[in-house]
């Protein structure tokens, strides 16, 4: 789970929200109303609106794909879901189901487990990130020591009622990470290095130089295969930063960019 920036989505659908907002609102209350009342039988279930291309495609780019609480895969048979942070049953007042700051792109099987749970970790809250690590020895997620109460709480939660933890995801992520790390990064400083050699002694037009070159960028298009393949994009993104630092080296592109050249987001 690693902090995902709603700033990086330019053109959030707030105008398509307010027109769902205007003409569902109403209902949403009194459902909710009678709902918290417990009244039979319920009036019919309120329009889920935000199931809308115009909300799932710019929400879907901006969590990568990735379930937004346990970061695995979500785009095979596009299955993922919106899911309402503060959840629509707790909204009394409706003020948060057309609200683009509330959804989280989440896997079917968290949204799920999640449910009326709240409050759990939210993953485009630096406030709550900033708490939480990756353990790369064993791939799970876990909160620094001096947390705040509130935020274990919400760790806690988001333990019990999504896949943060759970399921073959730690075991996936170790070996993401070792992967990521250990094999494509290496190489790729290795053969990025080598060239550089050549095209100090020999010249950027050398045939040297070229040579390296090449192979330098076949092991990135193996890089890119990596990053196509979707899973734990947010954790990929993370160990790239963290052997950047560790190594103190900087690739010639940054992995966001890299990402784009990859072409993953466009399919
Ligand atoms: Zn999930």
């Given at each position: 789970m690693h902090f995902v920036d709603?700033?990086?989505?330019?053109?959030?659908?707030i105008e398509k929200l307010k027109e769902l907002n205007d003409s569902h609102k109403p209902n949403w209350i009194s459902y909710n109303k009678a709902r918290s009342e417990k009244k039979?039988?319920?009036p019919i279930k309120p329009s889920?609106?935000?199931?809308?291309d115009q909300i799932r495609t710019p929400l879907k780019t901006l969590f990568l794909?990735?379930?937004?609480?346990?970061?695995?895969?979500?785009?095979l048979g596009n299955d993922a879901e919106v899911d309402h942070h503060f959840p629509t049953s707790l909204d009394i007042k409706a003020e948060y189901i057309y609200n683009w700051e509330n959804y989280i792109w989440s896997c079917p099987s968290c949204n799920g487990m999640k449910k009326h749970h709240y409050p759990l970790l939210n993953p485009c809250l630096i406030l709550d990130m900033k708490h939480i690590y990756f353990h790369s020895a064993d791939g799970r997620y876990l909160y620094y020591k001096n947390t705040p109460n509130e935020i274990i709480t919400k760790y806690e939660n988001t333990q019990r009622y999504s896949n943060l933890n759970l399921k073959t995801n730690p075991d996936f992520r170790k070996y993401i990470f070792r992967d990521t790390t250990e094999n494509h990064l290496k190489g790729l400083k290795m053969y990025w290095e080598l060239y550089e050699v050549e095209a100090k002694v020999h010249g950027e037009a050398s045939t040297e130089a070229k040579n390296k070159l090449d192979a330098f960028n076949l092991k990135k298009e193996n890089f890119m295969d990596l990053i196509r393949s979707g899973y734990h994009l947010m954790l990929i993104k993370y160990a790239f930063d963290v052997f950047c630092d560790n190594q103190e080296f900087n690739f010639p592109f940054t992995i966001k960019e890299l990402i784009e050249e990859s072409k993953y987001l466009n399919t």
């Open positions: 709603r700033s990086e989505i330019k053109n959030p659908p039979t039988p319920l889920s609106g935000w199931l809308h794909k990735n379930c937004g609480y346990c970061g695995t895969h979500t785009d």
